[in-house]
């Protein structure tokens, strides 16, 4: 019996809210099912087209045996029947035939999946389509007059595979088939790019006939079946230091010389492209803001191309030394070039040296070994500067030997210290001038001749002892402080204190210390102040002599010539332990380029294995398994939380009969008991009145 008061809820049709609670709900295994079922009927089947097998109706991999009587038996069908099959069916039938029965052309679509000429499929049903298999020209399938063997290739295979990583340069591979007009008509191409990368990676050749080889080097499906995604010639590069396929890299661009040379030198071997100038922005972004330390090399090109890979690794290479850039020759622009840099046509190589020196120019076209060698000549200022990238090689090196040989005992540099400024640039004029004068073209007798008190410093230089070189003195304060020593070093070096700047010359005497010869201060252990302050020497010791006389090239060389001869024949106390030069800041361009080129390859290498995964045929079930979990998890909890609403109404409603009851209890009990004073007074109650006597 129902509670007076209590409504029950309307027998009403489903409201449209709980339609909608009740597909928020089951959102997710809805989207899980969606899923499911647009991946088992567009990607299956797109991953998994029929194949060519399937069309004459044989098992997968039948013989070519096989293959033959099945086409016999179904052409005879269709000739004995009475209606004509549609040109489509024969076309698929025809084309399976002739690929299935040459045995190239099965392998390589067997192991590898490879089918080439399927667009010569499609392009017989486009145009062909309703005409008798008689009007179509066979064979459909064309074989490639192509042997790897006479293209003078370098190959690799399973038994001279791990020989090509004794090095630590790329190797690049191209994988062919004798069956692919693709690798025949790549042949060429190929060709310009091994010539492109001689001496910057090793290349070679995989023939799919080595079948351990080529799946070594495949992709690998779900199902491990290997395959080459853009089919043969298929390319992919080993970085330095790669010795496993988990690190290789797979071109999937252009086939083209400019796009697999650009490819490998930027993702395999991290060189940054070196960039075009025009003729306007070549003097303010190139030749001004390049470092004043750096020989300027411009590449004048006629055609446009980018730099190929080796001139790429040699600017790497040579970037202490100098830096790079490409400029675009036009005809209406040439009296630019010829007055600028004296420069008569295009293709030509400018080196920009020292200020105020006139450019050195070669003409025509360079292959790589006249390149290395024009580069060595020309990597150094006429007068080279002394850094921490050129202190061996110029001599000047408290830890390194003379440019004489290692037996040489005494050598000498003269160097010009100075702020970058138009007074160090004079003095670096000047001493190209005392260097031209020593050196005079290998006449050292007639340099004797004219002035005898120069003889020590021409023999000297002759010899490789002397060295010419300048010295930043802001940059290399601290070597600049140590050698120049006196109370207006400031005005050479450190920062610019004031409006002076003064380029000083001295000249720094080496001698090679003796190696039973131990110059350091013997250490005392029993000394703790001795233990602590002890260093060791250079194994060279240097000495410094200032020079203050005027600017005057025949009196430089004079005194030059006396410090070599005071050096030559006294014993002089020498300094020990000069301070190091520092370490110039690379070229941002060379530091940031390595690891934005690599995380690139990477995420390219991580979308191609998602790629992979995504046509894996067990994703559909695993999909549909997922939403029916989801929906049974989703209906339980729903199920239990209408059963707990349920019973929580029944309990509201046992604890609203409660009171009545326990009232109407209390009430039959308290009529057992007589009213007390605590009780409260009746409606007719009244108050008796009271006399004065107790006997009343």
Same mark, same amino acid.
């Given at each position: ?43 299956? #089947? ?157 290349? &070679? ?18 199902? &491990?079946? #290997? ?12 970085? #330095? ?176 210290? &100075? ?53 930043? &003195? ?223």
């Amino acid at each position: 019996m129902a509670t007076q008061g209590r409504q029950l809820p309307p027998n009403n049709p489903i409201s449209v809210s709980s339609v909608k609670s009740t597909l928020t709900a089951y959102f997710v295994p809805l989207l899980l099912l969606a899923a499911s079922i647009f991946f088992q009927l567009v990607v299956v #089947p797109r991953n998994f087209p029929p194949s060519h097998y399937d069309v004459l109706g044989i098992p997968k991999y039948s013989s070519i045996e096989e293959v033959t009587r099945a086409y016999e038996r179904i052409t005879s069908e269709w000739n004995s029947s009475v209606e004509v099959p549609p040109t489509v069916d024969l076309i698929k039938v025809q084309y399976a035939y002739e690929l299935l029965t040459n045995q190239i052309l099965k392998r390589d679509y067997d192991i590898y999946n490879i089918d080439e000429h399927l667009d010569v499929l499609e392009n017989v049903k486009e145009h062909h389509s309703g005409k008798h298999l008689s009007q179509i020209d066979l064979p459909l399938i064309h074989n490639a007059s192509f042997d790897p063997i006479d293209q003078d290739y370098e190959f690799i295979n399973s038994g001279n595979f791990l020989s090509k990583f004794e090095d630590d340069k790329a190797l690049l591979l191209q994988i062919v088939s004798s069956g692919s007009n693709r690798c025949a008509q790549f042949s060429e191409t190929w060709k310009r790019i091994v010539n492109l990368l001689k001496g910057v990676s090793n290349i &070679g050749v995989v023939d799919l006939s080595d079948v351990q080889l080529s799946v070594y080097l495949a992709e690998k499906k779900s199902s &491990g079946k #290997p395959f080459f995604r853009s089919g043969v010639p298929a390319l992919l590069a080993f970085p #330095p230091g790669c010795k496993s396929s988990k690190c290789l890299y797979r071109y999937e661009g252009e086939l083209s010389v400019d796009a697999i040379t650009d490819w490998l030198a930027t993702n395999i071997l991290n060189l940054p492209r070196i960039p075009y100038y025009s003729k306007e922005s070549l003097v303010h972004n190139f030749l001004v803001k390049s470092k004043p330390h750096l020989v300027k090399v411009i590449f004048i090109s006629k055609s446009g191309e980018r730099a190929t890979p080796f001139i790429r690794q040699a600017a790497k290479d040579y970037s202490p030394y100098a830096t790079f850039g490409f400029a675009l020759w036009k005809e209406e622009e040439s009296t630019f070039w010829w007055n600028v840099f004296g420069v008569e046509s295009a293709p030509a190589i400018v080196f920009m040296k020292d200020p105020g020196v006139q450019p050195v120019v070669y003409q025509g076209s360079t292959n790589s070994s006249m390149f290395i060698d024009i580069m060595e000549k020309n990597k150094h200022h006429v007068l080279p500067q002394l850094r921490n990238a050129t202190s061996m090689e110029l001599g000047c090196d408290v830890q390194g030997y003379s440019r004489a040989g290692i037996d040489t005992k005494i050598w000498y540099c003269a160097l010009i210290a &100075g702020r970058p400024s138009q007074e160090l640039n004079k003095m670096r004029e000047t001493m190209r001038r005392v260097q031209e004068t020593l050196s005079g073209n290998g006449m050292i007798d007639d340099i004797v001749d004219q002035d005898p008190l120069s003889a020590p410093a021409a023999l000297a230089h002759e010899q490789k002892r002397l060295t010419f070189a300048w010295l930043d &003195g802001e940059a290399q304060h601290r070597y600049c402080f140590f050698h120049i020593h006196s109370e207006d070093s400031y005005e050479t070096c450190g920062p610019r204190r004031g409006m002076t700047d003064v380029a000083r010359l001295f000249v720094v005497r080496y001698e090679m210390n003796p190696k039973d010869e131990k110059l350091d201060t013997p250490k005392q252990t029993n000394n703790i102040f001795n233990a602590l302050h002890h260093t060791e020497s250079d194994p060279v010791s240097t000495l410094v002599a200032k020079y203050n006389g005027s600017t005057d090239t025949s009196e430089i060389i004079r005194w030059i010539s006396q410090i070599i001869k005071d050096g030559d024949s006294r014993e002089i106390p020498p300094f020990t332990k000069a301070p190091e030069l520092v370490p110039e800041d690379s070229s941002h361009i060379w530091s940031k380029s390595s690891k934005k080129f690599i995380s690139s390859g990477k995420n390219v290498k991580s979308w191609s294995s998602l790629s992979n995964q995504i046509g894996d045929p067990r994703i559909g079930p695993s999909l549909l398994l997922a939403a029916l979990m989801s929906f049974g998890l989703i209906w339980l909890n729903r199920s239990r939380s209408t059963q707990s609403s349920s019973q929580n109404e029944a309990n509201q409603i046992k604890d609203e009969d409660k009171p009545s009851r326990r009232s109407r209890s209390r009430s039959g009990a308290n009529q057992l008991f007589p009213p007390s004073i605590t009780d409260s007074e009746p409606k007719d109650a009244q108050q008796l009145p009271l006399s004065d006597s107790d006997s009343e």
